[in-house]
Every structure is written in structure tokens, then in C-alpha cells.
């Protein structure tokens, strides 16, 4: 079992930049690929981005490549999810979650992830 905490969210201007953070308990961190998704009023949740255990691998879906950095501090069992250039339609619900099957390809769907965070809310104005 593993506890995920977002923070970091908010209010900020198009073309603006936010760091989400995602603070999580349990010895085995480094173990758990994490993931971002988002999800916005009226549509269906979303893959944002995932991190290996290690780190050493990411992945992302195509509408943030080049925006959006996501990276982790296994000392800190933190993972984080670095926002630029942001848009009005990156708007959303963010919510972090753990993968804790130690094996396999980076997963974009939700059913590999065991774990989520109560999400936090970040909006963009226009």
C-alpha cells in the first residue's frame, strides 16, 4: 500500500509554468513506475506522462511533449511533474498514481496503476 499526496496546483496564466508534486509514503518507492493523469470537466480522464522506479525512463502523451517534464527524487519518494508553456485546455483535475507491477512497459492506462492521489487543481486562464 502506498499513500499519494498532489500539491503544487492552481490558478495561473496561459503561458505559465507550475511544478506538481506528488509525496508518497511506503519503503517501496523506487519500486513503482508513477504516472500523471488529468482529468477535465466533461471528459474523460487522461494519460499525461509516467516514470520508471528508477527514473530512467519517461514517457509522455503527445499534446505536452516538449511542455511537460516529469521526474522523481526516490530519496524524497517524490515524484514530480514540471508544467510549462501551459494552455487553457491543460486545465484539470491532476492526479499522480503508482504502478506497482515492477515490470513491463511504461503503462498510459489507468488499470496498471493500483494507487492514486485525491488530485489537485490546476487551471489555466486564457
Known amino acids: 500500500q502506498v499513500q499519494l499526496v498532489e500539491s503544487g496546483g492552481g490558478l495561473v496564466q496561459a503561458g505559465g509554468s507550475l511544478r506538481l508534486s506528488c509525496a508518497a509514503s511506503g519503503r517501496t518507492f523506487s519500486r513503482y513506475a508513477m504516472g500523471w493523469f488529468r482529468q477535465a470537466p466533461g471528459k474523460e480522464r487522461e494519460f499525461v506522462a509516467a516514470i520508471s522506479g528508477s527514473g530512467g525512463t519517461t514517457y509522455y502523451a503527445d499534446f505536452v511533449k516538449g511542455r511537460f517534464t516529469i521526474s522523481r527524487d526516490n530519496a524524497k519518494t517524490t515524484v514530480y511533474l514540471q508544467m510549462n508553456s501551459l494552455k487553457p485546455e491543460d486545465t484539470a483535475v491532476y492526479r499522480c498514481?503508482?504502478?506497482?507491477?515492477?515490470?513491463?512497459?511504461?503503462?498510459?492506462?489507468?488499470?496498471?496503476?493500483?494507487?492514486w492521489g485525491q488530485g489537485t487543481q490546476v487551471t489555466v486562464s486564457s
Open positions: 498514481s503508482a504502478d506497482p507491477r515492477g515490470s513491463g512497459p511504461m503503462s498510459t492506462n489507468r488499470g496498471s496503476y493500483a494507487f
